[in-house]
């Protein structure tokens, strides 16, 4: 064994990186076996000045043991606070025009995630309830004072672990926007599974063919994959290049979703009977394909139902709000709809 591939090995072994070494190797044999040489990207914050591009605010980090998480700031720290997760391959700039319409009435924090942007890797480490306390030291560090939070997508479900989960006192109210509550789960209670919609086997796909920590970096590959191996035709972006949003986030995170690691240790059910404040779910596109029966949204209306009625039967408020056709991430398809509507619900909340 030569010693730059032994100083791999140990690298990516100390780091817990052992899965990602495991498909790299893989992934380069059968690349030899079917004379197949692409070319491969690497992201993420060890190779930063591919990664990260400048935006509006200032980033600032804060160590919470485990991870190192990346966040933005802005508005009075006399207004009231605010907390805006974003969903999974989204860094905290997706919210970059919302900021700018809610400065002005709320002490904005917008984060990246572990494994997303500029916060730690976590080999190894991406589930539900990590990610959960994850933002509660967030907020006991940074904050330091009762805050609204409101969380897209995987990050509406983190919203939804907040509003169970979160120590008394740390958080007013939690904004679900169009969460994926179980349809996320492998083994779920209501309605179809992360296996049966159009967002896990894109995740499973993005895991294979970039690898952990983007391990592999095989984007033509995975280009050419998707019509043979996503069931329904959500083809991925045509560009030579990843996305900058997939760029800052780990794929690793995308497998622990399809495995179920990410909600093993979290069932939504229980999860929503634990909801101890007022909770907005706002509900977008979503439809059930014809052909397989397979989700397509979020969250289908049965799934919606239930938790609406498992969060009333824990004797707390739940406001309820359908935007058919509107797109999954309100607050970058419509910032202005997204503000006026969040803002309108939080002067609602007990100070």
Request: with cysteine; glycine share 8%; aromatic share 10%.
């Amino acid at each position: 064994m030569n010693k730059s591939l032994r100083r791999e090995i140990l690298a990516y072994v100390s780091l817990g990186g052992t899965m990602a070494l495991l498909q790299r190797a893989a992934h380069a044999q059968q690349n030899e076996q079917t004379g197949a040489h692409p070319r491969n990207f690497h992201y993420g914050p060890d190779n930063p000045s591919e990664t990260y591009v400048k935006h509006a605010y200032d980033e600032q980090t804060v160590d919470l043991g485990e991870v190192k998480m990346n966040y933005v700031a802005a508005g009075s720290a006399s207004s009231p606070a605010l907390l805006l997760i974003p969903g999974q391959t989204e860094s905290w700039w997706g919210y970059e025009k919302a900021i700018g319409l809610l400065k002005d009435r709320f002490h904005v924090h917008a984060v990246d995630l572990r494994g997303q942007g500029r916060s730690t890797r976590t080999p190894g480490r991406y589930t539900l309830d990590n990610m959960g306390n994850d933002l509660v030291r967030f907020i006991a560090l940074v904050i330091r004072r009762p805050t609204v939070v409101s969380g897209l997508s995987s990050g509406g479900v983190l919203s939804a672990w907040m509003s169970a989960y979160a120590m008394p006192g740390t958080v007013r109210g939690c904004l679900y926007e169009d969460p994926p509550l179980f349809s996320s789960e492998v083994n779920t209670s209501y309605g179809q599974s992360i296996r049966q919609g159009a967002a896990g086997p894109m995740f499973a796909l993005w895991a294979k063919y970039l690898g952990d920590q983007w391990s592999i970096g095989d984007w033509k590959g995975m280009q050419e994959a998707a019509a043979r191996e996503l069931h329904l035709r959500m083809p991925p972006p045509s560009t030579d290049e990843p996305p900058q949003n997939l760029k800052e986030y780990d794929p690793e995170w995308g497998r622990s979703f399809w495995t179920g690691m990410w909600a093993a240790s979290c069932d939504h059910a229980q999860m929503l009977s634990h909801v101890k404040m007022p909770v907005l779910f706002t509900h977008h596109q979503r439809r059930i394909d014809d052909k397989t029966g397979f989700l397509i949204g979020a969250t289908s209306d049965l799934q919606a139902r239930r938790v609406r009625e498992i969060i009333e039967a824990a004797g707390q408020p739940i406001e309820y709000k359908s935007f058919p056709t509107m797109g999954h991430p309100m607050h970058q398809i419509d910032p202005a709809l997204f503000a006026n509507t969040l803002t309108a619900w939080a002067e609602t909340l007990k100070a």
